[in-house]
């Protein structure tokens, strides 16, 4: 059974600082998924990994994926406070048929001015 | 195109009543899947369907059913509502062209008194 950990679950940042979502996943898949969810609104996808090595860069976003060691990251570059929102990863069940995909539990992110 | 929406946006339910949540879609999609959203828990995958007329059970199916009998439309069901399905209700939509990636309606807001 696919199990996906998002950390921290929660994240307090000044403005300008770095700062890095880390998102496991526990068996073998070959897409992973960033969405972003602001209060009391709908998920918004930022990012869509879908092989070993991938990179994507948007603004002060940049998602990268590593399939061998089951691992997804959301870097976060000189953080802003519009970029406060619930931050979540969904990975690809590949055991399963329906191209389903598991959610991590979402990473809070708050930043401070 | 309007993407995907859900109807209604807001509902209150007394223990026992049923009720029905519709999702549409105008991009063609071939998947699609309702999720419900609780604090601290992501997202969990209640029913899909991977076309019209084919249907599966997710991750947390029981007390809710769903039907698709028109490729842009998917249905779910509470048939008894109880407490405990008081929730976000999210539905997506995915197809091949856009590898999969889930495109997600607005939510509705289920309470069950």
């Known amino acids: 059974e696919l199990k996906v950990e998002q950390n921290p679950l929660f994240l307090s940042m000044q403005e300008g600082k770095n700062y890095t979502i880390y998102c496991n996943y526990s068996?073998?898949?070959?897409?992973l998924y960033w969405y972003r969810q602001d209060p009391g609104k709908s998920l918004e996808s930022l990012f869509v990994l879908l092989s070993n090595g991938a990179v994507k860069q948007e603004g002060r976003l940049m998602a990268s994926l590593d399939t061998k060691a089951r691992l997804s990251t959301l870097h976060i570059t000189a953080a802003v406070h519009d970029l406060s929102a619930t931050y979540f990863c969904a990975v690809h069940d590949s055991q399963e048929y329906g191209n389903k995909l598991v959610f991590g539990a979402g990473t809070i992110l708050r930043v401070k001015s | 195109n309007a993407g995907v929406t859900q109807t209604p946006k807001f509902r209150v339910l007394k223990t026992g009543q049923s009720m029905t949540l519709l999702c549409a879609q105008d991009m063609n999609h071939e998947y699609m899947y309702w999720y419900r959203q609780d604090p601290g828990m992501g997202l969990r995958l209640i029913h899909y369907?991977?076309?019209?007329?084919?249907?599966a059970k997710g991750e947390v199916p029981d007390g809710y059913n769903v039907s698709r009998l028109k490729k842009q439309n998917f249905l779910l069901g509470l048939e008894s509502a109880a407490p405990s399905q008081t929730s976000v209700y999210f539905c997506?939509?995915?197809?091949?062209?856009?590898?999969?990636?889930?495109?997600f309606g607005p939510g509705t807001r289920l309470t069950v008194t």
């Open positions: 369907s991977v076309g019209e007329g084919t249907t």
């Open positions: 068996t073998t898949s070959d897409r």
């Open positions: 997506a939509s995915s197809t091949v062209i856009s590898f999969y990636e889930q495109y």
